[in-house]
């Protein structure tokens, strides 16, 4: 498409740009460094919520009609009815499950994506199964990085990657980070792995209180609250605890249910030990117990409304 040969990322290069891991990282050390992929920002949330509540509605829609005419099914005209009603529930509550619910409950926490810089090999998880790990090398004429855009909502901007085939044409498409409305979260996001790739993981940061991992991929409730104050925006954000209560607590519950029909990501042991770290690792970020845990210190809570509020001049 034209829109993604213009939104082209180069890995030589990330061009002037200030790198931010767009809350998308959650490991950085001196071998690799980790991102989830966009479908975590949504897991669980609004699509997830009116899904299972509508399944659950029909589910006892069911239970009613069944309950209503138990006992006087007499003729075959009223099991045909049942058997037409049934046979016409199933298959919405399959279609609701194959539409989205499928792809979300019983699923993966995350699905990560690691860059390590010592074996230069990109690792795209896909399942815990043998085979579930696509790996590319850093670099490679087949990997086309660029700036995608939402097949529902074209405003929305994400990391992607298409793995290419000899004749060009895409095979996988894998997603790095979260989903952001504008270009330049995405380049900022790109500049970081950019410059940990070619430059190390010393010369990633422009600012030393902007070496903090803010995302916790665990599925806590404390988490889930987080993630939907966030997705909720800044406009109700300060009715979170009165008006728009019930909504936060709703989608949190929600997201929470979700991430516990999930099970962890995995990675081999084999991959594992080629991405080691040394245990007295230098520039290993510490991972936080829950979402923007160290904000709480004021230096870096204020660096990192400063860097918000030249985001929005520049935009």
Same mark, same amino acid.
């Given at each position: 498409?034209?829109?993604? =040969?213009?939104?082209?990322?180069?890995?030589?290069?990330?061009?002037?740009?200030? @790198?931010?891991?767009?809350?998308?990282?959650?490991?950085?050390?001196?071998?690799?460094?980790?991102?989830?992929?966009?479908?975590?920002?949504?897991?669980?949330?609004?699509?997830?919520?009116?899904?299972?509540?509508?399944?659950?509605?029909?589910?006892?829609?069911?239970?009613?009609?069944?309950?209503?005419?138990?006992?006087?099914?007499?003729?075959?005209?009223?099991?045909?009815? =049942?058997?037409?009603?049934?046979?016409?529930?199933?298959?919405?509550?399959?279609?609701?499950?194959?539409?989205?619910?499928?792809?979300?409950?019983?699923?993966?926490?995350?699905?990560?994506?690691?860059?390590?810089?010592?074996?230069?090999?990109?690792?795209?998880?896909?399942?815990?199964?043998?085979?579930?790990?696509?790996?590319?090398?850093?670099?490679? @004429?087949?990997?086309?990085?660029?700036?995608?855009?939402?097949?529902?909502?074209?405003?929305?901007?994400?990391?992607?990657?298409?793995?290419?085939?000899?004749?060009?044409?895409?095979?996988? $498409?894998? $997603?790095?980070?979260?989903?952001?409305?504008?270009?330049?979260?995405?380049?900022?996001?790109?500049?970081?792995?950019?410059?940990?790739?070619?430059?190390?993981?010393?010369?990633?940061?422009?600012?030393?209180?902007?070496?903090?991992?803010?995302?916790?991929?665990?599925? $806590?409730?404390?988490?889930?609250?987080?993630?939907?104050?966030?997705?909720?925006? $800044?406009?109700?954000?300060?009715?979170?605890?009165?008006?728009?209560?019930?909504?936060?607590?709703?989608?949190?519950?929600?997201?929470?249910?979700?991430?516990?029909?999930?099970?962890?990501?995995?990675?081999?042991?084999?991959?594992?030990?080629?991405?080691?770290?040394?245990?007295?690792?230098?520039?290993?970020?510490?991972?936080?117990?829950?979402?923007?845990?160290?904000?709480?210190?004021?230096?870096?809570?204020?660096?990192?409304?400063?860097?918000?509020?030249?985001?929005?001049?520049?935009?």
């Amino acid at each position: 498409m034209e829109s993604e =040969l213009i939104g082209a990322l180069s890995v030589e290069s990330a061009g002037n740009i200030i @790198p931010d891991d767009a809350l998308g990282m959650i490991c950085f050390n001196s071998t690799y460094i980790e991102f989830v992929d966009r479908s975590f920002k949504i897991k669980g949330m609004a699509s997830t919520l009116s899904l299972m509540a509508g399944e659950a509605f029909m589910a006892c829609v069911y239970i009613y009609f069944v309950a209503n005419i138990n006992g006087r099914m007499n003729e075959s005209s009223d099991w045909a009815s =049942l058997a037409m009603f049934t046979i016409g529930l199933a298959t919405c509550v399959a279609l609701l499950w194959n539409l989205h619910l499928r792809k979300d409950l019983f699923q993966y926490t995350h699905y990560p994506v690691r860059f390590n810089r010592i074996t230069r090999k990109i690792y795209f998880f896909r399942h815990n199964g043998p085979g579930g790990v696509v790996v590319v090398p850093w670099g490679s @004429p087949y990997a086309f990085f660029h700036i995608g855009r939402g097949g529902q909502d074209p405003s929305l901007r994400d990391l992607r990657c298409h793995l290419l085939d000899r004749h060009r044409q895409v095979q996988q $498409t894998f $997603t790095i980070g979260h989903f952001w409305n504008h270009d330049d979260d995405i380049r900022e996001q790109w500049a970081l792995i950019c410059r940990y790739m070619q430059d190390g993981p010393e010369h990633c940061f422009d600012d030393p209180l902007d070496r903090v991992i803010t995302l916790s991929p665990k599925g $806590t409730l404390r988490n889930c609250w987080m993630l939907v104050c966030l997705m909720m925006g $800044t406009t109700f954000f300060p009715l979170r605890y009165t008006l728009m209560l019930p909504i936060y607590g709703v989608l949190t519950l929600s997201r929470w249910l979700t991430f516990k029909t999930c099970r962890a990501p995995v990675f081999s042991p084999e991959l594992e030990a080629e991405c080691a770290v040394a245990p007295d690792d230098p520039h290993s970020l510490p991972e936080p117990r829950f979402m923007a845990e160290f904000a709480s210190d004021p230096a870096i809570y204020a660096r990192a409304l400063q860097r918000h509020q030249e985001r929005m001049l520049w935009r």
